[in-house]
């Protein structure tokens, strides 16, 4: 409430109640760093790959302008996760009616509010703390029939499996109308969009150890890539012939690492480039679907935070980096960013076609000056990450109006699962594309 004192860290006295803003960082002694290469160089016992790099010891600080405090008390350190932000001038608000929390133009990162008073010791204990929120709503301009987009994500070309060739070629058949009851036909006929959601290559193409070999030991050879993009190639063909198709790159994928990963090149996809209904986008990716705004992801974000924190849901990180307000907050501390250029004031995505592009303009971990894109300023109608564990959905509603329909998109070379919206209502449905796999044959 407006009762509330405000103060910058440089401002807090011992005792006095107070509320706190700044960014979030999460010092942890088992997240893995350069050590780790310098002990393989030296072959020193490496530091073994583990699933989770949370510890009890870890600690939470918080971070603005000028300077940090770590954090104790009514907080949940497994659960928040790291993500160091910058502040370029001071000016950390709270606004709005009730609890709401607003990113001051100045501030690149997650966002943190904590109410409670600083100790003898230093260290502040909290009491309560909150994040953003939901951003604003954005006016419903949905269809007012059932129109589809189908989302898939890791279709793992590459792989060598034979059930996940053949649940791909189903995929086609029932997306081109060329397989089905007349029921399923007339449904595929109102797909208005497909998006591949990342990792369209299997992580078996990364020829990574040919690197270290001698050239005249691969001369003569061909990157497993290759004929994994050629058949990428083939399949965009066969799709764009009946729908427009979104294909984002992912982690195995010919781009970019960091984020904002970078759409494939053209030059690789030469068939399948001739048709206008082929858009190669970004990682992430926003657009205007018949007046429905998506936003998603191919999963590297919800995969890092996994690792990061006590979370084991996909869904729930999900969710909560939407009521953070930033779809990276991890980044780039633990996940990979690089530094971006070309944004329009107050850190909103220039619109290309109806498409929101990230630009990208140095690889590596860089700071940013301006703004941070990657700060949600609009609430998306579909917000999805890909290559998840399994189908999940859930339509969020939030207290200004806002629906938001929060898909986690399984991994279709291990599941043979595609998921479809409905932009009618907002409804999701799982469809299997699996029916022969070895279950049956026994």
Known sequence: GDDVKLRKLCELRAGEKCCVVGTLFKAM?????????????????????????????????????????????????????????????????????????????????????VFGSEQDDGKFLVEDHCFAGLAPPLPWQGPSSDQFVLLVSGLGLGSGSGEALLSTQLLLDVVTGQLGAEGEQSCAARISRLILAGNLLSQNTQSRDTINKARYLTKKTQAASVEAVKMLDEILLQLCTSVPVDVMPGEFDPTNFTLPQQPLHHCMLPLASTYSTLHLVTNPYQ???????????????????????????????????????????????????????????????????????????????????????????????VYFCGNAPCFQSKLLKGEEGQEVLLVTVPAFSATQTACLVNLRDLSCQAISFSGFGAEEED
């Not at 949940?76 to 001051?104: C, D, I, K, Y």
């Not at 930033?326 to 076609?353: F, N, R, V, Y």
Request: a negative charge.
């Open 29 to 113: 002694q088992l997240q893995p760093s350069i050590l780790q290469e310098i002990s393989e160089e030296h072959n020193l016992v490496p530091q073994p790959p583990m699933s989770k790099y949370i510890h009890p010891s870890d600690e939470l600080i918080l971070e603005d302008e000028l300077q940090r405090i770590k954090l104790e008390g009514a907080i949940e350190v497994q659960r928040l996760v790291t993500g160091r932000g910058q502040w370029l001038l001071a000016g950390s608000h709270l606004a709005g009616p009730g609890r709401e929390l607003h990113h001051p133009p100045s501030a690149l990162g997650t966002i943190f509010a």
């Open 287 to 381: 657009a205007d679907i018949d007046g429905v705004r998506f936003l998603g992801t191919s999963g590297q974000n919800i995969s890092d935070i996994f690792k990061y924190s006590s979370m084991d849901d996909y869904l729930e990180i999900l969710e909560w980096t939407l009521l953070a307000g930033h779809i990276s907050p991890t980044a780039p501390d633990t996940l990979g960013k690089a530094k971006l250029g070309g944004l329009e004031a107050g850190g909103h995505l220039p619109s290309q076609g109806g498409s929101y592009r990230f630009p990208f303009s140095f690889p590596g971990c860089y700071p940013f000056y301006k703004s941070d894109p990657f700060i949600l300023t609009e609430c998306p109608h």
